[in-house]
């Protein structure tokens, strides 16, 4: 039997009660992003073992789950109206979601942000936009969001992401594992997808700025073992670069969509979705915005495993240059 993608546990009623009041009085983690990091090593206590023991497997089992949901992690009793810019700051009296997002990401690594994304801010606020409601971003909303690795394009890509729920819209998030994947290809897809010969252009986010489309080197689509592959895909923007790499590509995206390998996950007020996002693409159904304060509303945060590794492209405290 194929083991599922996303793994879930349930955070009970009386610690999620006595996270909420803990977390309530806390200001803006970004205030001070030391200091945040080094309180949130205190708070990790405020989740209950089994959540805990989930997260370290995510971190520490490269062959166990690519997801983990928690469900029912703790919400926030006095959240304002979803806001109808994402880069419109905010101004709130609590901030429970980002501090549980900040909690469980920094147990699984070094948090992380873009430069050329949305200002290089840390936690980015994933609500529908009006007038992008076609983009295929996660500005977007009646257009869905394809399966994609985050920010395919990059070299230094993040290695494990977090969705926070704020407030629930109906729209679920997909996931589908690389391991799920790989048995329904033919040694020749296998093969093809497994060589450098395919490229992937910056995303319409990365772009806002007036940053160029052209992305990084060509790249594989699979790496590694077989039974436990790493994925770097995004079916919207990724592209063969000869003819017979494109056919399969285009083979591969129909086994992505035609099958039953996606997981669907309606994310709930008070959820957390934590990804591998090297062993699984992850995308979002398309959904109708009301623009009036009722909105789904989601917070990102990215993690780098060895932010070591990438130093040379860091630009500031947490900021990570993307492209070239
Ligand atoms: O809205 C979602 O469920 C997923 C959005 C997404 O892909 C992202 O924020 O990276
Ligand atoms: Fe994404």
Redesign the pocket.
Known sequence: MVAETVAEVFQDAHARERLEARFAPLDNPCDDFLSSLALAEELRGCFSREVRRAVRALRDCPHSQAGLLIRGAGRDRSLPATPSDADLFVERPSHVGEWILLVLASSLGALVSYREQRAGRLF?Q?VPVKGFEDEIS?QGSRTA?GL?R?CTFSEVGPDF?G?YCHRGGG???SVVGATRIAPHLTDRQWRVLSEPRFVTPLPPAFRRDGGSAAGAAAHCIFSGERDHPEIRLDTTLTRGSDGDAQTVLAELNQILYDGDLRERIV?EPGDVLLLDNRKCL???EAFDARFDGSD?W?V?LYVKSDIWSCRERLVGDHVLAAGQ
């Open positions: 980015n994933i996660s969001l994609h985050e992401l969705l729209a679920a998030t994310l992850h995308g979002r789904r989601l990102r």
